[in-house]
T-cell receptor, first 109, second 115 residues
Framework: SQQGEEDPQALSIQEGENATMNCSYK?????LQWYRQNSGRGLVHLIL?????REKHSGRLRVTLDTSKKSSSLLITASRAADTASYFC?????????FGAGTTVTVRA | DTGVSQNPRHKITKRGQNVTFRCDPI?????LYWYRQTLGQGPEFLTY????????KSRLLSDRFSAERPKGSFSTLEIQRTEQGDSAMYLC?????????????FGSGTRLTVV
């Protein structure tokens, strides 16, 4: 069974716009991670937020975590065509990651 | 070190045949994981190794699946008597205990098609 659930399932935006996707999970976590996957490829680690952190930034990425609501959000600012990919949140319970079904983001030029 | 390497990238096999995939993790990583991903879904955990010890197996890993990591280096995942339902992307990842909290490094995967 999958721990995380992303929302929306799909997102289409214009280049330069911001993209926001949300993740909800079910059980307590050590940390939550976001990954990107280009079509047919492996996953690339984007950012990790620990359970005692509320917000984290990395370049154009901003992640928030609300452990009371068991939810996280990923914001990509000033999107580019190269950001077109599927984005997955994953909860880490020390020895394995549990992924949601992902959000497919399409950035139109 | 160029990251996690998986071979082959693609494998087409007939139902009932055996297949074996290989994963070479980042050399200093002592943890190695196998995941399976079907179309439109996120990866699902199959099994993981700490050094050469296989410490956890998912119930998804039926008796037809076996994984090894001899000497704590590369790993192989074998599927015996393949079924059409085994068609998926098989992903390998590695991580370091020392660097816990820094994310996992995934390979590009092996896409298996059972015909």
């Amino acid at each position: 069974s999958q721990q995380g659930e992303e929302d929306p399932q799909a997102l289409s935006i214009q280049e330069g716009e911001n993209a926001t996707m949300n993740c909800s999970y079910k059980t307590s976590i050590n940390n939550l991670q976001w990954y990107r996957q280009n079509s047919g490829r492996g996953l690339v680690h984007l950012i990790l937020i620990r359970s005692n952190e509320r917000e984290k930034h990395s370049g154009r990425l901003r992640v928030t975590l609300d452990t009371s609501k068991k939810s996280s959000s990923l914001l990509i600012t000033a999107s580019r065509a190269a950001d077109t990919a599927s984005y997955f949140c994953a909860t880490d319970d020390d020895y394995k990651l549990s992924f949601g079904a992902g959000t497919t983001v399409t950035v139109r030029a | 070190d160029t990251g996690v390497s998986q071979n082959p990238r693609h494998k087409i096999t007939k139902r009932g045949q055996n297949v074996t995939f290989r994963c070479d993790p980042i050399s200093e990583h002592n943890r190695l994981y196998w995941y399976r991903q079907t179309l439109g879904q996120g990866p699902e955990f199959l099994t993981y190794f700490q050094n050469e010890a296989q410490l956890e197996k998912s119930r998804l890993l039926s008796d037809r699946f076996s994984a090894e990591r001899p000497k704590g280096s590369f790993s192989t995942l074998e599927i015996q008597r393949t079924e059409q339902g085994d068609s998926a992307m098989y992903l390998c990842a590695s991580s370091s205990l020392r660097g816990r909290g820094y994310g996992y490094t995934f390979g590009s995967g092996t896409r298996l098609t059972v015909v």
